[in-house]
T-cell receptor, first 115, second 109 residues
């Protein structure tokens, strides 16, 4: 099974341009998450969705938007990229958000460089 | 806010034992997780503690003391493939995970 896929693998983006990072899971998980990982700061939650049709803001949502039209897909959009959004972006999913041993499964990541 | 601290780096010899400590101060507590992340790869789940005590899983064990805001991950019989970053994460009162910056473990022959 593919699990979680992300596209693109990496991207160089000019500041001010928009971009959508794609994330698809085939595990029929209810919850999906977007994190960014920066050296020395660890993973930080950008946005999340507990179920299709709902989204919520995480710790660092500014400059990003998400949608959850169906169970499988959870795209992350940067409307007008800035250099501080240079990071590695991980998408994750879990079956039972906030319950017991909720295991989050992570995609391979998208490495984004904003110049 | 959430504050999760763990050492930046640790080095150990193949076959040895390494203990990675994690201290946390969070708004609410609903479980502590450890993830492993090899360089350039995605994090993968290792362990989960919600009650005080030790959870053992093969060569890996994780301990939790809620009153002290403290956990450790114990890696025994270290192998070269254990060289990775180990991420401590706390599920807070909002049921979302907050991650520490990670501890990079280097295993030397």
């Amino acid at each position: 099974t593919a699990g979680i896929t992300q596209a693109p693998t990496s991207q160089i983006l000019a500041a001010g341009r928009s971009m959508t990072l794609r994330c698809t899971q085939d595990m029929r998980h209810n919850a999906m998450y977007w994190y960014r990982q920066d050296l020395g700061l660890g993973l930080r939650l950008i946005h999340y969705s507990n179920t299709a049709g709902t989204t919520g803001k995480g710790e660092v949502p500014d400059g990003y938007s998400v949608s959850r039209a169906n169970t499988d897909d959870f795209p992350l959009t940067l409307a007008s990229a800035v250099p501080s959004q240079t990071s590695v972006y991980f998408c994750a999913s879990s079956d039972s958000p906030g319950q017991g041993q909720e295991t989050q499964y992570f995609g391979p990541g998208t490495r984004l460089l904003v110049l | 806010g959430q504050n999760i601290d763990q050492p930046t780096e640790m080095t150990a010899t193949e076959g040895a034992i390494v203990q990675i400590n994690c201290t946390y101060q969070t708004s609410g507590f609903n479980g502590l997780f450890w993830y492993q992340q090899h360089a350039g790869e995605a994090p993968t789940f290792l362990s989960y503690n919600v009650l005080d005590g030790l959870e053992e899983k093969g060569r890996f064990s994780s301990f939790l003391s809620r009153s002290k805001g403290y956990s450790y991950l114990l890696l025994k019989e270290l192998q070269m493939k254990d060289s990775a970053s180990y991420l401590c994460a706390v599920r807070g009162g909002d049921y979302k995970l907050s991650f520490g910056a990670g501890t990079t473990v280097t295993v030397r022959a």
